[in-house]
């Protein structure tokens, strides 16, 4: 086989990864409309072509991933290049992206219970859904707030509730994922508080159980390989 296409075969995480780990240091950045919208678009798109990629060995999956994929890119098209976007399609948006991302760590779980070897990709892949956690719920979060208005209370001089741009939802969704709580932005409704609550302890079972069985996989393959003989 071609070396090349042995590495990329190897690395169909490793894209997604990258995609995602640009979303989230751009979230501070990408408030508004404009160029901002137009680069937040770009970061949707590179996760998008890279999530197809990583699909590449389920057509069934991918026909999903085209549909699915495509309506959040189309409104996300409407919402970057529409100066006045309805709600309603602000909301479509905001749905159609949040069952996007759902469906990805699905997919990353679903091909974790084929894998018969735990490589670096595989580490990634559960890093990649360790990010998706944290903007799975930063998006929820935002919806909640739109849904039910005052189901956060920010102590922050300007409060930015947005559909389309939720840097302060990804903010704190880390926050909360992570547990650090620094007190900024808090739950005030009972639907805010249990999600603050699911993804807290998600956050932590996760790293406690499943990426630690992953890694704790990993290194016992390094340690059975054999040593290289240097011929």
């Known amino acids: 086989m071609n070396p090349l296409i042995r590495i990329m075969e190897s690395s169909k995480f490793h894209y997604l990864l990258a995609s995602l780990a640009l979303m989230i240091v751009s979230y501070p950045f990408i408030e508004g409309r404009g160029l901002a919208a137009h680069l937040f678009l770009f970061i949707n798109l590179a996760i998008f072509f890279s999530s197809l990629y990583m699909l590449d060995h389920s057509p069934r999956l991918r ?3 085209y ?5 959040m890119l189309l409104f996300g098209v409407l919402s970057s290049f529409m100066p006045l976007i309805p709600q309603v399609l602000e909301l479509i948006f905001a749905v159609s992206t949040l069952s996007f991302f759902i469906f990805l760590v699905m997919a990353i779980i679903a091909d974790f219970l084929h894998t018969q070897e735990v490589t670096a990709d595989t ?4 890093a990649c859904v360790y990010l998706l956690i944290g903007v799975i719920w930063s998006l929820a979060y935002a919806l909640l707030e739109h849904i039910y208005p005052g189901s956060f209370h920010s102590s922050m001089p300007k409060k930015v509730i947005s559909l389309t741009n939720t840097s302060s939802f990804s903010y704190f969704s880390f926050v ?3 547990t650090v709580g620094f007190g900024d932005i ?3 409704s009972k639907g805010a508080k249990l ?3 699911v993804e807290a302890i998600l956050g932590q079972l996760y790293i406690a159980i499943f ?3 992953i890694i704790g996989s990993y290194q016992r393959v390094k340690k ?3 040593p290289s003989t240097g011929k």
């Not at 549909?67 to 309506?71: E, T, Y």
């Open 123 to 126: 580490i990634s892949g559960a």
């Open 211 to 213: 990426l630690a069985r």
């Open 224 to 226: 059975s390989d054999p």
């Open 176 to 178: 909360t994922l992570t």
């Open 67 to 71: 549909v699915n994929g495509g309506m």
């Open 186 to 188: 808090t739950p005030v």
């Open 195 to 197: 999600l603050v609550i």
């Open 63 to 65: 026909l999903f991933a």
